[in-house]
């Protein structure tokens, strides 16, 4: 791609705030403390956890960048960012979530295959940038298509980015048609992460946002945009993020079994404590964040003190002063939910929270019966264990 390149090895990589928890540095790979995350509804760019498969792209100039629009199309074009700049913008709220977020818990119970990431593998931003249905019409395509006379189903977004994975080749991955020209389910190309230039690490200059998806399906330094009568054959698509039983292993795996993994299911973690924590017996605040994919609110948080046995329900909220009302046409449905509760710590407590979203929809309590070899869309009940609990006056040590 003119303009847009990928470098062959690591020597051009960003700057990245010392506080993040590194995974993996080349690619580099790395997630914020989990306290930070409850900080702001909206995370900070440098907070916001990194994922990358290679060396991170780099622009050479960014009047020579197009991305282009081909495949099964009567007018394929080439869009300079001033054209899709020229488009109506959107500002999306929506949470980005590895599929592997709370991938280290579950290899706990039985090694999996993947990044070692904690909670804190995924963050809420405000993306800015045209609506991807407001650019396949520039092609002909109209919304609410699902598919085309030409017999078009998927929109596949294909980056400039290398990685092994693919042997070398592009980082790639699709969606259905009819959900990218749909204008309610918000899919953007975005060129702006909480209001500025979108950075090195986050895909600039352009990239695809897809709410209530995996963060997978959300494409950085976008190449082309093909549109296609089959989904994407990626590695990514086709022999990864995919939810397979506790049964399956890596000798009777067979991948054309499962469907790509999309939207995500309901998820929360508790990110005021680590997992295993010493607290002073009193009134201590529990926070933390809680989310669901395909645009579900949060319709209650439930936060427990003895591993389950009893419960009480936590404060939901998003915007500071401002009521939480779980499918709220005017709350921000791609976007997590922040929680609080105050509690009295007893002695040696097991705290547990999981989450209820809006189509009743519950965390399952254990790992066991989610694992899956590639430790995936791990959503069990997120559980701290608070060891010497001091008989001393009420904080947090």
């Not at 600039?204 to 330094?221: D, F, H, T």
């Not at 399956?248 to 993994?261: A, C, G, L, T």
């Not at 605040?285 to 645009?295: D, K, N, P």
Request: aromatic letters at 8%; charged letters at 25%.
């Amino acid at each position: 791609m003119p303009g847009l390149r990928a470098p062959s090895d690591y020597s051009q990589e960003p700057a990245r705030h010392p506080a993040l928890k590194i995974n993996a540095k080349e690619p580099f790979n790395a997630e914020p403390p989990r306290a930070a995350l409850v900080a702001s509804y909206v995370t900070p760019v440098d907070m916001f956890y990194k994922r990358s498969h290679g060396p991170i792209p780099i622009v050479d100039d960014i009047n020579r960048y197009r991305v282009s629009i081909c495949g099964l199309v009567e007018k394929p074009k080439q869009l300079s960012m001033d054209e899709i700049r020229s488009l109506p913008k959107y500002n999306i709220v929506a949470t980005l979530q590895c599929a592997g977020n709370r991938r280290t818990a579950m290899s706990k119970k039985k090694t999996v295959k993947g990044v070692g990431w904690d909670v804190s593998a995924l963050g809420n931003a405000v993306w800015g940038g045209a609506k991807l249905a407001d650019v396949l019409e520039l092609v002909g395509i109209p919304k609410l298509t699902a598919t085309t006379p030409m017999g078009a189903k998927h929109v596949e977004f294909i980056s400039v980015d290398r990685c092994k994975e693919e042997n070398g080749g592009p980082y790639k991955a699709s969606i259905p048609l009819r959900q990218a020209t749909n204008p309610e389910a918000d899919v953007l190309l975005a060129y702006e992460m909480n209001g500025e230039v979108l950075n090195r690490d986050h895909g600039y200059p352009l990239r695809v946002v897809v709410p209530g998806v995996i963060g997978a399906r959300s494409v950085k330094w976008l190449d082309c945009i093909e549109i296609n009568k089959e989904e994407c054959q990626g590695f990514f698509m086709q022999k990864d993020y995919k939810m397979f039983p506790p049964t399956v292993n890596w000798d009777n795996i067979n991948w054309s079994d499962r469907k790509p993994q999309m939207d995500f299911p309901v998820q929360s973690a508790i990110c005021s404590l680590e997992d295993v924590d010493i607290v002073k017996q009193g009134k201590l605040t529990i926070s933390g964040y809680a989310v669901s994919g395909g645009g579900r609110g949060i319709e209650r948080v439930d936060i427990s003190l003895n591993g389950g046995k009893t419960w009480v329900e936590a404060h939901r909220y998003q915007r500071s002063g401002v009521p939480y009302v779980s499918d709220d046409v005017n709350g921000d449905k791609w976007a997590w939910v922040l929680f609080k509760a105050e509690v009295d710590i007893p002695d040696n407590a097991e705290i547990v929270v999981k989450a209820v979203d809006s189509a009743a929809n519950v965390q399952p309590e254990t790992v066991e019966e989610i694992w899956n070899l590639r430790g995936i869309l791990n959503t069990s009940w997120h559980r701290i264990r608070i060891t010497n609990a001091l008989k001393a006056p009420h904080s947090h040590l």
